[in-house]
């Protein structure tokens, strides 16, 4: 089922700036389109590294610091 | 110059290019700081729990372990998103070990507000290194942004490795007006007047001015020596860019602090603007308040604007 597309208003923390307010409804979820998808990329780049980072983590510390991240 | 530096930026969080977003073209800069504010809170804040995380391990590991692991791991924006979370120290620690070309990457991606621990821990040479580097790519968007986070020792550093040219174009991307009077602190009368001919040299009058607008008043003679030094050849072409820009709030002030004789050269160039344009300067004089020490200025402006 597909979802509403998320407003840029929806995505940012408070109030828009009067100028970015004025923009036309394109522009604006132009915008909020673009990021959402940073968002995504930043959320799945975090987890993948958090995991690749374990091969380089000494063994006996893989442990404690696959609980300090949450793995 | 080129692409306005706020959208720039706008377009580096957003992961896009500045073509891309030609319709904020209209938006003022202000508003879109503002807007780049939001931005930069949300992709921080939007995985705080993780990325607090991660600054906890950090804390279990070795330095020598973490520069292997955000080098060839996280790589530059993680590393960037990451930076905030680790002990200031420790983050200054790692920082130290890594390659230059790769510190720089992170640089570009960091927001200096949240790393202001770090920066401030690590040492000049590391700032000049990145500096240096960060001129070399010509991205005067990253040392522009962060003039306001360094203290007097490492700015100096970090200046002391860029040229003239580099240096007004970082000036012209500085994200913190307020920081600008700090950096002429750091420069001698002799290197500001080397900017002014670097400044004719590669038509760079537009940053020039924009930095002379946030000067401190005190600030204003040593600019109007420096432009003494430089050569009066460069008069007519800063009266040439206040036009363009619209910086006279920059120049008037600069131009009342000069010599007589130097002000009889500026006047002549003004008696070449547009009459509309000089009663709006005679305006802005007034307001500003120095019309009266501009002389033979003020009376090539009247001349028009009568």
Known sequence: MATARRTLGERVTGELPDGIAALGEDDQQYLADALGAAKRSQREELAAAAEDSLRYVPKLLRGPVRKAVGL | MTARPEIERIARLLRLRPDQLGFLHDVDDAELMAFRSQLTDTLFDAHAGVLTRLGSAAKLLPSPVLAKIAQHVFGPLLCARVAGTIDPGKASEVAGRLPVEFLTDVAVELDPRRVEGVVGNLPDDLIADVARVLGGRQDWITLGQFVGFLGESPLAAAIGVLDDGQLLRAAYAVDSPHAIPAVVDVLGTDRLSEMFTAAAREDLFVALLRLAS??????????????MIAGRGTLDQLVAAAATCGHWHALLPMA???????????????????????????????????????????????????
Not at chain 2, 214 to 226: G, I, K, M, S, T
Request: charged share 30%; hydrophobic share 55%; proline share 6%.
């Open chain 2, 214 to 227: 946030h000067l401190r008043d005190d600030q204003v003679p040593r600019l109007a020596d420096a432009i």
């Open chain 2, 256 to 306: 009342a602090a000069l010599p007589g004789d130097a002000k009889a050269d500026v006047a002549e160039a003004v008696r070449e603007l547009a009459p509309e344009v000089r009663a709006d300067v005679v305006a802005l004089a007034t307001s500003l308040g120095v019309l009266d020490d501009l002389g033979p200025i003020a009376d090539a402006l009247a001349e028009r604007a009568a």
